[in-house]
């Protein structure tokens, strides 16, 4: 008699569906490249990266980093509640998430339009352009974050919710990555 079932491989463990894990990975590589680019260019010009550096609000990304962990503290209660069979207070997990990811994107707009009104676009400096394309980037990340926590709310399973909280993890970790090397290097 032989066992017809498969032994369980290092894909079957990954929490939520693989096609999530495909997108993670290739998000991670974006950025990755993006914030290998920015160092690079930093070596060319370390004192205007300096210069142009101190004009940012870093308390407000500060505060942005705490909401953000929040937030994927959050996701990650969801998924537990989930597992428990407490779906009503996943879903307010998911949506206390939801609602820090909104927290987020306005201290970011607040902090784009003192930019803006200090006439610091895009192409004042090399900096600039980094940091508005990564940061903004990640902004458009949280925002699809937020959209995906609300679609896996209305379908709130264990499996859908960690997907959501997969996706949610990653825009964490790419903000605490960002953060130092944006704000603090």
């Known amino acids: 008699m032989t066992d017809s079932a498969e032994p369980a491989g290092m894909l079957d463990e990954l929490p939520g569906e693989l096609m999530m894990w495909v997108l993670i990975v290739s998000e991670l590589l974006v950025f990755g490249a993006g914030m290998a680019a920015y160092l690079g260019m930093r070596l060319t010009d370390p004192a205007g990266f300096v210069e142009a ?92 974050g937020i959209v995906i926590l609300g679609l896996v709310s209305i379908n709130a399973r264990p499996r859908t919710i960690e997907t959501g909280a997969a996706f949610w993890h990653m825009v964490d970790l790419v903000w605490v990555l960002l953060f130092p090397v944006i704000y603090l290097l």
């Open 53 to 144: 550096q101190s004009h940012l609000n870093r308390t407000a990304a500060a505060v942005n980093t705490l909401v953000l962990v929040s937030s994927g503290a959050l996701a990650a209660l969801a998924v537990h509640f989930a597992e428990i069979g407490r779906t009503a207070r996943a879903r307010r997990a998911l949506a206390g998430a939801a609602v820090l990811g909104v927290v987020f994107l306005v201290v970011k707009w607040m902090e784009y339009a003192a930019k803006a009104a200090h006439g610091i676009a895009w192409d004042t400096h090399p900096f600039f352009t980094f940091y508005y394309g990564l940061t903004g980037f990640h902004a458009a990340h949280v925002l699809a």
